[in-house]
């Protein structure tokens, strides 16, 4: 059974729209805890978008589960999550043109940048996630680089306009974690799950954690934070 990580960005996003001081990412986390999740997301994105400084100081603070900073391997970002020490780091690839996170990270193309990324941040006491595509070679590479998980981007399957590509793409999914667990990394999948897809993906033997958010977000408008939490929860355990 996978552990939920609920990525609270989207809040922020909506604070931020209005540049007010709610609906403020610092209650959600309470909420979403209250819920039964079993971990807090969040991106400190270099533009700032929507999670601010102030926000991780804060969730470090308060937050009673594992706090998961994602965050590109940029200077000022290490230097930041050094100081606040989240539990986990998962590493992604960030433009600034984006409107969420497009493909995963190219661990083997930057291999020697990532590594020493992850050797500072582990020097600090934080282990590394790679969110990366499933591809044998990124995943070897993630080993080699140091990672302790990867988190699979799951986003074609999400998105795949037919049943039979959804079904490649699934296999290549149960494929790649497979490969992950023997050589000893930690399965970690997220991007675009939602009510509808999750179910197969939390099936996946071995899946340590799900990390989602927008849908959650999207649901609690209607539903309510703590429903939308629990409704999820429901359904990948
Ligand atoms: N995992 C990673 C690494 C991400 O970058 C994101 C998006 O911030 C998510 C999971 C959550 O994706 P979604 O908001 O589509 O559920």
Same mark, same amino acid.
């Given at each position: 059974m996978p552990r939920l990580g609920v990525n609270i960005d989207h809040v922020a996003t909506i604070r931020e729209a209005r540049k007010? $001081?709610?609906? *403020?990412p610092i209650a959600a986390a309470v909420i979403v805890e209250l819920a039964g999740a079993d971990g807090i997301v969040v991106h400190l994105r270099e533009d700032r978008r929507h999670i601010q400084d102030r926000d991780l100081r804060l969730l470090r603070q308060i937050v009673q589960t594992p706090l998961n900073l994602e965050m590109a391997a940029s200077d000022e970002i290490i230097e930041i999550a050094l100081e606040v020490k989240p539990n986990k780091v998962t590493l992604v690839p960030e433009r600034r043109e984006e409107i969420t996170t497009e493909g995963g990270l190219d661990v083997v193309s930057n291999e020697r940048r990532i590594a020493e990324c992850v050797k500072r941040l582990n020097s600090g006491g934080i282990p590394v996630s790679m969110f990366i595509e499933a591809d044998s070679e990124q995943i070897k590479c993630s080993k080699r680089v140091g990672a302790e998980a990867v988190e699979f981007h799951t986003g074609t399957y999400c998105d795949a306009p037919t049943e039979a590509l959804r079904n490649s793409e699934f296999e290549r999914l149960k494929e790649a974690s497979k490969e992950t667990q023997e050589i000893g990394l930690i399965v970690h999948m997220g991007h675009g799950l939602n009510y509808h897809n999750v179910v197969p993906i939390a099936q $996946? *033997?071995?899946?340590d954690e799900l990390n989602i958010g927008h849908s959650i977000i999207a649901r609690a408008v209607f539903v309510g934070l703590d429903k939308a939490v629990r409704e999820m929860l429901a359904l990948i355990k």
């Open positions: 007010t $001081i709610y609906p *403020d $996946i *033997d071995g899946v």
